[in-house]
């Protein structure tokens, strides 16, 4: 028989439970001639010894992710060699377990499993899409693990076990159709992404925000499978509804095919807006600069950003993944997990799940990141800014416009 602990310590059932294991050992119950053995390990304890912690990484490094969840992983590990070259935390060196999801929703469920229940990691950096947040939240929720989620996502989520280092819908998604409506004058809107969780989501709040803030038209919207290569005939619907703004959010490798059948069908940006959400550094690398030169992304982060902050970080990522090294928004924030986390536990004085949660709920968490300073809310979200870049030739992105900073509010009222 054994006893299984939560991550944050015993439950009171767990201790009624091993009391009335031991009174009755004492009174002499014996099952088949043999003694009950417990031991005093918790089972679901975490990994950490006076010299290491643990943590865990799950991403997509093989699969149609692979293109978007490259540059987190390498982000990741060069945040984490930097805190271990400053001492580690809490005297620790961070041990990294990483772990492929394989561009696969079950295998992130599988492998969160994994990390938590036989890897004991402290914290796990990863995850991409919001259909393999999704498959791990419940993994994360019922053994009290920590997940730090890198990704601008649709929002309409708050867990305590989550810390979201990405934008939610609010921050970018309306923040970024305001800036498209009055720089561009738009009025109707061609919608496309591709057919998940994050994309079908995402567009239901775009359409509501576009019909009720805006005043603007849907004219179009489709969605793509995942992976999917043949956009031909969506090209041809919308040259023939022609919208003001062709707004996407098509995600992973689909995007390299998408916007070169687009450059192919003379669709380009010196005769359409198009405003993406999902096209980062990146995923401009596979798509080519020269097919995207124009078009706008709405992003927190761009590598061309000019700070004295960022050129250091982009000197240092480069340094440690090759001068080619792709670096964007998501490469970013997955950046700022490992060091979030950190200043939570130091803050917290200890790696036990609860107190660190305590510690990130606090209000008092800032980091000076690359894209600037930013601020861990109690809602686990971070108050930063939208930039809106125009791509060019050169597969990097010039900012045309930067906010204010924007509070995070992942439940926006009437949505």
Request: charged fraction near 20%; proline fraction near 3%; aromatic fraction near 10%.
């Amino acid at each position: 028989m054994s006893f299984l602990s939560h991550r944050h310590g015993p439950s009171a059932g767990t201790r009624k439970l091993k009391h009335l294991l031991v009174k009755s050992v004492l009174a002499g119950v014996v099952a088949n001639g043999l003694f009950a053995v417990q031991s005093s390990q918790a089972a679901s304890s975490i990994a950490v010894t006076d010299k290491e912690v643990v943590v865990g990484q799950l991403h997509s490094s093989t699969g149609t992710m692979a293109i978007s969840e490259t540059g987190a992983i390498e982000a990741e590990q060069l945040a984490i060699s930097q805190i271990n070259a400053m001492g580690g935390v809490l005297g620790r060196k961070i041990r990294v377990i990483q772990e492929d999801g394989a561009s696969d929703w079950p295998t992130f469920a599988e492998k969160a499993k994994k990390l938590l229940e036989s890897d004991h990691v402290a914290a796990i950096f990863g995850c991409w899409t919001s259909a393999s947040r999704k498959a791990v939240l419940p993994v994360l929720e019922r053994d009290n693990g920590l997940l730090y989620y890198p990704t601008f996502y649709e929002g309409l989520e708050q867990s305590k076990n989550v810390v979201y280092t990405g934008q939610e819908a609010t921050q970018q998604v309306f923040a970024g159709l305001d800036w498209v409506a009055k720089t561009k004058n738009a009025k109707t809107f061609y919608l496309i992404g591709s057919d998940y969780i994050w994309p079908r989501t995402t567009m239901k709040l775009a359409r509501k925000y576009i019909e009720t803030v805006l005043h603007g038209k849907i004219v179009g919207e489709e969605y793509a499978a995942l992976g999917s290569t043949e956009f031909g005939s969506t090209i041809n619907k919308i040259r023939l509804k022609k919208p003001d703004v062709i707004y996407a959010a098509v995600v992973g490798g689909s995007n390299v095919s998408w916007f070169k059948q687009l450059k192919a069908a003379g669709i380009n940006g010196g005769n359409q807006t198009l405003l993406t959400l999902s096209v980062t550094e990146d995923e401009a690398k596979g798509i080519g600069g020269e097919n995207l030169v124009g078009f706008y992304s709405a992003m927190k982060y761009f590598e061309s950003l000019d700070t004295p902050e960022n050129k250091k970080f982009v000197s240092q990522f480069h340094a440690k993944w090759g001068a080619n090294a792709p670096i964007g928004d998501v490469t970013q924030a997955a950046y700022e997990g490992p060091w979030l986390w950190k200043k939570a536990v130091e803050m917290a004085g200890s790696f036990d799940t609860d107190k660190v949660v305590k510690a990130e709920e606090s209000g008092t968490i800032t980091f000076e990141a690359p894209e600037g300073l930013i601020y861990l809310e109690p809602n686990h979200h971070l108050k930063t800014k939208l930039r809106i870049g125009e791509w060019e030739s050169n597969g990097q992105a010039k900012i045309v416009y930067t906010s204010d900073y924007i509070m995070p509010n992942p439940y926006p009222k009437g949505y």
